[in-house]
């Protein structure tokens, strides 16, 4: 064995490589052989609860279903995508999910929604997570107090915040005109100019804890030896922070964002409890949900959930993409 050191045992590695071309492919053989065994359980798991609904949604949205009749749903091809109509006097009109305003509606809320509610999350996850991340008296208790917000299901949260917001016996309106910010009660829920901001309020107060987490868990992968060394190094606590700290966890930012992104663009309780019927703030989960359900047009339900699934997974792709070159810092490879 060349590559090993004289008295020193040979790694699992040295081994494998200094093992014949056959046992090396019999080893990797038995490898992905292990791998798909303890992957399985995973997979059908996955075909059972993921796989047969999305293709079952898929196929609803090809017929003319609705919810009483099911069973009776015949194929209509593309038509509640998009369907052109010819009045035969050489005029026509397109109907369809794609040509319909609501939705284009509900598309923008969702993206307006999901960049500004990330945005603001992944910064202030990050302040926090500095914060916890150093050493000071009662940390611990700390640590578990900022994960409250986040430990309450969304639906309590979104009712406690509707009552805070109320225009008549709010607290928030209450606090607001006491300091002189404001000279009358807003209806924040239900005023066009508001509503959205009062989602993203409820939404930035109850998920930051969890961008705080995941960063603060990228910061205690950070060696201290770092530190020490810019420490006796002299170097400014602000050029340590964008030069050392920042690159080192920027996995675990990337990887909060993605997690966080994928659940803000399917959004759909926090929205449907806080400002219900409101053109303002519907998203595509809600879009969906009332097609589905509320209208009785099963069939437009399932092309709108159909396209939320393919925007999210281009999302995610294009994301994942991107991140992977700035990790292994490619040049376009």
Do not use: H
Request: contains cysteine; aromatic residues 10%.
């Amino acid at each position: 064995m060349a590559n090993v050191s004289l008295g020193v045992p040979p790694t699992q590695s040295a081994l494998e490589a200094e093992a014949p071309a056959c046992v090396r492919s019999a080893l990797n053989r038995q490898r992905r052989r292990a791998a798909w065994l303890f992957l399985l359980p995973m997979l059908l798991v996955l075909l059972l609860v993921a796989a047969w609904p999305l293709a079952q949604t898929i196929r609803f949205s090809l017929t003319d279903a609705k919810l009483g009749d099911l069973a009776g749903a015949e194929f209509v091809g593309l038509r509640n995508y998009y369907e052109w109509v010819d009045y035969g006097d050489g005029e026509g009109e397109a109907f369809g999910l794609l040509v319909d305003p609501v939705w284009w509606q509900a598309v923008w809320n969702t993206v307006r929604y999901t960049l500004i509610s990330v945005s603001i999350e992944t910064v202030l996850g990050l302040v926090f997570a500095l914060v916890l991340n150093a050493e000071f008296r009662g940390r611990a208790l700390v640590r578990a107090a900022v994960l409250i917000p986040w430990a309450i299901p969304t639906i309590v949260s979104a009712k406690m915040w509707a009552w805070m917001m109320n225009d008549q016996f709010g607290i928030l309106n209450d606090m607001l005109l006491r300091v002189g910010l404001i000279s009358a009660p807003i209806a924040w829920t239900a005023s066009p100019d508001t509503a959205m901001i009062a989602v993203i309020i409820v939404d930035v107060w109850k998920t930051t804890p969890f961008m705080a987490l995941l960063i603060l868990a990228g910061l205690q992968m950070v060696p201290g030896d770092v530190y020490e060394a810019a420490r006796i190094d002299g170097v400014n606590p602000v050029k340590v922070f964008f030069r050392v700290t920042l690159p080192l966890i920027r996995p675990a930012i990337l990887v909060a964002v993605i997690f966080r992104a994928l659940d803000a663009l399917r959004v759909f309780d926090l929205i449907y409890v806080l400002t219900p019927n409101n053109a303002d703030t519907k998203t595509m989960s809600v879009y969906a949900q009332e097609n589905l359900f509320q209208f009785d047009n099963f069939a437009q339900g399932s092309a709108a959930s159909t396209m939320l699934f393919l925007v999210i997974a281009m999302i995610t792709l294009l994301y994942i993409r991107t991140a992977r070159l700035n990790l292994e810092g490619g040049e376009g490879r």
